[in-house]
């Protein structure tokens, strides 16, 4: 056993982690935080999706050792200090992006990391950035809609694809 540091959704946290723990295990079990969803045990999903020092990734695929010293944002450290949800996860909810809603932390993160490097992404490019990303509810067409919204364009230039 190890301890581990680092600062999730803005706390100091720390914990005894074995070697082989992932952090997807240490958020989950150690934190409590349950929102980060593990959904195929292969990093194919990406219902596990945080930020690492501003990076998304998959956290199956990452041992908690290697996040010591890191900043982690998790799907809890997405909504505003008041409780409210972000512009995003409103984005979601609005237009209905969600069905059972095990993907949507993994596509909300993902939508963060997209919106971050892309701030008007296209249609193409939505479609194309959340690849990753298994939803086997929605069909995608209104998660691309959440995430046209999310970025301050109409929702209905996916019709015109």
Not at 76 to 96: N, T
Not at 125 to 147: F, H, M, P, S, W
């Amino acid at each position: 056993m190890a301890q581990v540091s680092m600062t999730v959704n803005g706390e100091a946290v720390s914990g005894d982690v074995e070697g082989r723990t992932l952090l997807s295990d240490f958020l989950r079990g150690s934190l409590h935080l349950t929102g980060t969803h593990i959904g195929c045990d292969t990093s194919q999903c990406g219902a596990c999706l945080v930020h690492v020092n501003g990076e998304v990734v998959k956290s199956c695929t990452m041992f908690a050792a290697e996040a010591a010293g890191a900043e982690v944002t998790t799907i809890e450290g997405m909504a505003a200090s008041d409780g409210s949800l972000s512009p995003i996860q409103q984005a979601f909810q609005d237009h209905h992006g969600l069905q059972c809603g095990f993907c949507t932390p993994g596509m909300v993160m993902a939508t963060a990391a997209l919106l971050k490097v892309n701030p008007k992404p296209t249609v193409p490019e939505i479609r194309d950035y959340l690849e990753g990303n298994i939803c086997r509810c929605t069909g995608y067409q209104n998660i691309v809609k959440a995430v046209l919204a999310a970025s301050g364009q109409d929702v209905n230039a996916i019709a015109a694809e």
